[in-house]
């Protein structure tokens, strides 16, 4: 760390970039140039004092550290202190250049905060302008945010006498308090049009101008201004005036020499064209660089027209001159940034005005031929294409033009889509069919109730436990509301239950449901049994006892004992998810016993078991008679058909395969063994065991 440090203070120092003093260094950092302080080159007064206190400042840093040494491994670093700023009444702050004398933040909840910079005045000042001089600066870049402004003509001229705006707006019908409460918004105004939205207009002056107020607040292309009577280039005299121009390009008394003073990151204002470049962003950089042991945050600003060549000479500087960080950052490349020099709509409301001007300029000719002009606008045929959007209004402006003695009419049809995405919820009915479950794991009771829409899909889940106010409870409740809304949103429940089922936490344990012997934890169950009821075909890879798939139902009378009595038979088997095969064993037991006596004893029932155990059995005919020539033997014709024999080894382990990963020696597919996996390749146990 003390290498580190020494490298800082020659840094300080001045020590040239091909010196060998440095230690241990590739990229040599760019030192301070004691050169043009001692020239009087800099143009601070106290730079003398600053060269002084940043010697000393590493002097103290070796001298400190030789002695009692570092705590951490980075000594310095410049933090991103963007937002920061804002919060603290900072223009700018780290190595960073103001982002625009004025700006604008786009609010999350919608609208625009206006930030101007703070520090034009005392710079003025700094710089020799009188009182004056700075207020009339001031009030180019900022406006000067009063309405007793003369009223501009036509053409934009504002002139030295006539009526003014507060004039204009009072005939309109503007109030004296309207116009206090109009002229308490200008300062956080970005632009003029800004203050004269439907929702901030008196309603005598939209009735007055024959609107319905509802229906102009609902009109996302309503312009206060144009409702006034005001032309466009009317709207941008008085815009500049009350509002300012945001530049100091182009204002009175300011001399050439003090623009660069001023620069921003980005263009200043819609008439500005000055900015500092990135390669200025980068020297800036490189000059704190040698004095900062870890990175610096900062973005380096690229306009929206930078090439991927200038993208790539920016980051091969920055090597160059030995920064440790780079951050580049092309306007306009995020969906909506949090700083902008110009609002969202300005750009249409160009292209509508371009089209309102040619509409204007053929006016005195479109009189004259109105007529021909109509027939003709019906005859051109439509150009546009139809997209899928919410939104596909038509803005249709035609004009007449002369051209010697030919009538000549343009039309020019804007269509202006705008797409919404939004995600689509499908809710259930009011009244719909459920199905309730009641499940018990490890002692923790609970019901899963589920809502269905009218095609049997599962829509809603409803999980209650029956501990009411428990943290488990609690939980369950916030999950079916989760897994309630991701259903109705369209999330497959295949998706779910993948990822969900098989977690592993407590409470887990036994459970009283045959499908699911064994819960991991009350996710596992929940999202098992879904996958059991509303997923074809995993019940059949999952559950432990899976029904017989080409087994058909049979049917049986009552059986006979020797002495000719009936005998009561348990229907319960007849409901079970096994049923196939367990008729198919009580029949096979009956047999035997009829013939030998006892079926445990006897080898041909055992090899009978063991036959149907390994093969799959189709019974197409049963016949069961109870004449006194078969004593009460059933006699069963059965039609075996010989298949891939498959143990039931391989069986359950099939069904113990479903989750499980794979062994972590071996490579094979381990199986369930209680909550763990283990290997049958290697005997490797994953877990417990």
């Given at each position: 760390?003390?290498?580190?440090?020494?490298?800082?203070?020659?840094?300080?120092?001045?020590?040239?970039?091909?010196?060998?003093?440095?230690?241990?260094?590739?990229?040599?950092?760019?030192?301070?140039?004691?050169?043009?302080?001692?020239?009087?080159?800099?143009?601070?007064?106290?730079?003398?004092?600053?060269?002084?206190?940043?010697?000393?400042?590493?002097?103290?840093?070796?001298?400190?550290?030789?002695?009692?040494?570092?705590?951490?491994?980075?000594?310095?670093?410049?933090?991103?202190?963007?937002?920061?700023?804002?919060?603290?009444?900072?223009?700018?702050?780290?190595?960073?250049?103001?982002?625009?004398?004025?700006?604008?933040?786009?609010?999350?909840?919608?609208?625009?905060?206006?930030?101007?910079?703070?520090?034009?005045?005392?710079?003025?000042?700094?710089?020799?302008?009188?009182?004056?001089?700075?207020?009339?600066?001031?009030?180019?870049?900022?406006?000067?945010?009063?309405?007793?402004?003369?009223?501009?003509?036509?053409?934009?001229?504002?002139?030295?006498?006539?009526?003014?705006?507060?004039?204009?707006?009072?005939?309109?019908?503007?109030?004296?308090?309207?116009?206090?409460?109009?002229?308490?918004?200008?300062?956080?105004?970005?632009?003029?049009?800004?203050?004269?939205?439907?929702?901030?207009?008196?309603?005598?002056?939209?009735?007055?101008?024959?609107?319905?107020?509802?229906?102009?607040?609902?009109?996302?292309?309503?312009?206060?201004?144009?409702?006034?009577?005001?032309?466009?280039?009317?709207?941008?005299?008085?815009?500049?005036?009350?509002?300012?121009?945001?530049?100091?390009?182009?204002?009175?008394?300011?001399?050439?020499?003090?623009?660069?003073?001023?620069?921003?990151?980005?263009?200043?204002?819609?008439?500005?064209?000055?900015?500092?470049?990135?390669?200025?962003?980068?020297?800036?950089?490189?000059?704190?660089?040698?004095?900062?042991?870890?990175?610096?945050?900062?973005?380096?600003?690229?306009?929206?027209?930078?090439?991927?060549?200038?993208?790539?000479?920016?980051?091969?500087?920055?090597?160059?001159?030995?920064?440790?960080?780079?951050?580049?950052?092309?306007?306009?490349?995020?969906?909506?940034?949090?700083?902008?020099?110009?609002?969202?709509?300005?750009?249409?409301?160009?292209?509508?005005?371009?089209?309102?001007?040619?509409?204007?300029?053929?006016?005195?000719?479109?009189?004259?031929?109105?007529?021909?002009?109509?027939?003709?606008?019906?005859?051109?045929?439509?150009?546009?294409?139809?997209?899928?959007?919410?939104?596909?209004?038509?803005?249709?402006?035609?004009?007449?033009?002369?051209?010697?003695?030919?009538?000549?009419?343009?039309?020019?049809?804007?269509?202006?889509?705008?797409?919404?995405?939004?995600?689509?919820?499908?809710?259930?009915?009011?009244?719909?069919?459920?199905?309730?479950?009641?499940?018990?794991?490890?002692?923790?009771?609970?019901?899963?109730?589920?809502?269905?829409?009218?095609?049997?899909?599962?829509?809603?889940?409803?999980?209650?436990?029956?501990?009411?106010?428990?943290?488990?409870?609690?939980?369950?409740?916030?999950?079916?509301?989760?897994?309630?809304?991701?259903?109705?949103?369209?999330?497959?429940?295949?998706?779910?239950?993948?990822?969900?089922?098989?977690?592993?936490?407590?409470?887990?344990?036994?459970?009283?449901?045959?499908?699911?012997?064994?819960?991991?934890?009350l996710v596992d169950y929940i999202f098992r049994w879904m996958g059991m009821q509303f997923i074809a075909g995993y019940r059949d890879q999952n559950a432990p006892r899976r029904p017989a798939?080409?087994?058909?139902?049979?049917?049986?009378?009552?059986?006979?004992?020797?002495?000719?009595?009936?005998?009561?038979?348990?229907?319960?088997?007849?409901?079970?998810?096994?049923?196939?095969?367990?008729?198919?064993?009580?029949?096979?037991?009956?047999?035997?016993?009829?013939?030998?006596?006892?079926?445990?004893?006897?080898?041909?029932?055992?090899?009978?078991?063991?036959?149907?155990?390994?093969?799959?059995?189709?019974?197409?005919?049963?016949?069961?008679?109870?004449?006194?020539?078969?004593?009460?033997?059933?006699?069963?014709?059965?039609?075996?058909?010989?298949?891939?024999?498959?143990?039931?080894?391989?069986?359950?382990?099939?069904?113990?395969?479903?989750?499980?990963?794979?062994?972590?020696?071996?490579?094979?597919?381990?199986?369930?063994?209680?909550?763990?996996?283990?290997?049958?390749?290697?005997?490797?146990?994953?877990?417990?065991?």
């Amino acid at each position: 760390m003390l290498r580190v440090i020494r490298n800082h203070r020659r840094a300080a120092y001045g020590t040239a970039r091909d010196a060998s003093e440095w230690e241990s260094l590739r990229i040599r950092p760019v030192s301070i140039d004691h050169g043009i302080f001692k020239a009087g080159k800099v143009p601070l007064a106290n730079a003398g004092d600053m060269l002084a206190r940043s010697l000393a400042a590493w002097d103290d840093a070796l001298l400190f550290g030789t002695k009692f040494g570092f705590r951490n491994a980075q000594v310095t670093v410049i933090a991103p202190t963007g937002t920061i700023g804002l919060l603290m009444d900072c223009d700018t702050t780290g190595v960073e250049p103001d982002f625009a004398l004025t700006k604008f933040k786009k609010l999350a909840g919608g609208g625009y905060f206006k930030i101007a910079n703070q520090s034009l005045r005392p710079a003025m000042k700094a710089l020799g302008y009188s009182a004056t001089q700075t207020d009339e600066i001031l009030a180019h870049v900022m406006g000067t945010l009063n309405l007793d402004t003369p009223m501009p003509d036509a053409d934009g001229r504002i002139p030295a006498t006539g009526p003014t705006f507060r004039q204009h707006l009072t005939a309109k019908g503007y109030t004296g308090d309207n116009l206090v409460a109009l002229e308490n918004q200008l300062p956080m105004m970005f632009e003029l049009g800004f203050a004269f939205s439907a929702w901030s207009m008196p309603t005598q002056v939209l009735e007055a101008a024959g609107l319905d107020p509802a229906a102009a607040k609902a009109d996302g292309k309503f312009n206060g201004l144009k409702v006034l009577g005001l032309k466009k280039k009317q709207i941008e005299s008085l815009n500049r005036r009350i509002c300012g121009t945001q530049t100091v390009e182009g204002a009175p008394h300011l001399k050439a020499e003090h623009l660069a003073v001023f620069d921003c990151a980005n263009k200043c204002g819609p008439t500005g064209t000055r900015f500092i470049r990135p390669e200025g962003h980068i020297h800036m950089m490189a000059a704190a660089q040698p004095f900062i042991s870890g990175a610096i945050s900062k973005t380096i600003n690229m306009a929206s027209e930078a090439t991927v060549e200038q993208i790539g000479d920016a980051y091969r500087m920055s090597w160059e001159l030995g920064l440790k960080a780079n951050a580049l950052y092309r306007d306009g490349s995020k969906l909506s940034q949090p700083l902008s020099t110009k609002t969202d709509v300005e750009q249409e409301d160009e292209d509508t005005e371009g089209l309102e001007e040619s509409a204007t300029a053929g006016e005195p000719v479109a009189s004259a031929a109105s007529s021909q002009g109509a027939t003709r606008a019906a005859a051109v045929p439509a150009t546009s294409t139809s997209t899928t959007s919410f939104e596909s209004p038509v803005a249709e402006e035609s004009s007449v033009l002369v051209e010697g003695d030919r009538f000549v009419e343009r039309i020019v049809e804007r269509v202006v889509e705008r797409v919404i995405e939004r995600p689509m919820r499908r809710r259930l009915n009011e009244t719909r069919g459920s199905i309730t479950h009641k499940f018990n794991v490890a002692g923790h009771e609970g019901y899963l109730i589920v809502g269905l829409y009218e095609d049997g899909r599962p829509g809603e889940l409803f999980i209650t436990m029956a501990k009411e106010g428990s943290t488990i409870g609690g939980l369950m409740d916030s999950l079916g509301t989760a897994i309630s809304v991701a259903l109705q949103y369209g999330v497959p429940v295949e998706s779910l239950v993948n990822k969900f089922a098989h977690q592993r936490f407590e409470p887990m344990g036994m459970t009283t449901n045959s499908d699911i012997p064994f819960a991991k934890s009350l996710v596992d169950y929940i999202f098992r049994w879904m996958g059991m009821q509303f997923i074809a075909g995993y019940r059949d890879q999952n559950a432990p006892r899976r029904p017989a798939s080409v087994a058909a139902p049979v049917t049986a009378e009552p059986l006979a004992d020797h002495h000719g009595r009936g005998v009561k038979e348990d229907t319960a088997w007849q409901h079970r998810t096994d049923g196939a095969s367990a008729r198919l064993g009580d029949r096979i037991s009956s047999s035997d016993m009829g013939a030998s006596g006892s079926s445990t004893d006897s080898p041909r029932g055992s090899e009978r078991i063991a036959s149907i155990l390994s093969e799959t059995t189709q019974i197409t005919e049963s016949d069961v008679s109870t004449s006194a020539h078969s004593a009460g033997v059933s006699v069963v014709t059965e039609t075996t058909v010989a298949t891939k024999r498959v143990s039931v080894l391989d069986q359950a382990t099939a069904t113990l395969m479903g989750d499980a990963p794979a062994c972590d020696g071996c490579g094979s597919i381990t199986v369930r063994n209680g909550t763990c996996y283990r290997c049958l390749n290697c005997g490797n146990s994953m877990g417990c065991s």
